[in-house]
């Protein structure tokens, strides 16, 4: 499925089921807090943190959920997520197509210990 595919996805599945999109400060709301579900499933499977009894672990779903509403968001305030993504890479690579390359904290650390200080 491309963005697009997905973003008119999601548009016809407020439409059927969904009655209407949640407003656009709910739905930041409802985006926050599936940032938050995602993290503590990161802090718990990669972290130092162990997973509760009954806790869900699949970041697969948690993921999704986040790019469900990111995908809402995007659709009630009209926004194209493939130029929008398409945009991002091309900054990005205006940008950083030698910074991080060149970032001595992004080598290995035998590089960093045998480099020199400025």
């Given at each position: 499925m491309t963005?697009?595919?997905?973003?008119?996805?999601?548009d016809q599945w407020i439409k059927t089921y969904?009655?209407?999109?949640?407003?656009?400060?709910?739905?930041?709301?409802?985006?926050?807090?599936?940032?938050?579900e995602l993290?503590?499933?990161?802090?718990?499977?990669?972290?130092?943190?162990?997973?509760k009894a009954g806790e869900k672990h699949d970041?697969?779903?948690?993921?999704?959920?986040?790019?469900?509403?990111?995908i809402c968001l995007a659709n009630q305030t009209g926004v194209d997520l493939t130029k929008a993504l398409e945009a991002s890479f091309e900054k990005k690579t205006l940008?950083?197509?030698?910074?991080?390359?060149?970032?001595?904290?992004?080598q290995g650390q035998e590089t960093v210990k045998n480099r020199e200080p400025h």
């Open positions: 963005i697009q595919e997905a973003q008119e996805r999601v969904g009655v209407r999109y949640f407003n656009e400060l709910t739905n930041m709301a409802c985006l926050t807090e599936e940032v938050g993290a503590r499933v990161i802090a718990r499977k990669y972290g130092e943190q162990s997973f970041l697969s779903e948690e993921m999704a959920d986040v790019l469900w509403v990111l940008r950083d197509k030698d910074r991080h390359r060149n970032n001595i904290k992004l």
